[in-house]
Nanobody, 124 residues
């Protein structure tokens, strides 16, 4: 069983930055595809960024390309989402998710393990 714990959410002004962290336990992080997903009330959960298990290929939702960066520290079993030049539409609950086989931002339902989420609010 894999446990994921997110941290780093909060309130940030438009144009600001945040870094989310996801600590994984139960399996080594390099055994897992890891991704970040977000959800706002009334909308479906959407994939923001993914890092694959085997080759660390990354995948991003178009609106965050060039602004968000997913990374992982396999030695510490921590994944990160660096968010820069943030916009109000980035507001939502951000979830870390993991899967023993892969990660795709287009198929959140395929992810095996989920954290509890951390709230990000972008507002002036």
């Amino acid at each position: 069983q894999v446990q994921l714990v997110e941290s780093g959410g909060g309130l940030v002004q438009p144009g600001g930055s945040l870094r989310l962290s996801c600590v994984a336990s139960g399996l080594p992080l390099d055994y897992l595809g890891i991704g970040w997903f977000r959800q706002v009330p009334g909308k479906e959960r959407e994939g923001v960024a993914c890092s694959s298990r085997r080759d660390e290929r990354t995948e991003y939702l178009d609106p965050v390309k060039g602004r968000f960066t997913i990374s992982r520290d396999n030695a510490r079993n921590v994944a990160y989402l660096e968010m820069n030049n943030m916009k109000p539409e980035d507001t939502g609950v951000y979830y870390c998710a993991a899967d023993r086989y892969s990660c795709s931002i287009y198929v959140p339902g395929a992810m095996e393990y989920w954290g509890e989420g951390t709230l990000v609010t972008v507002s002036s």
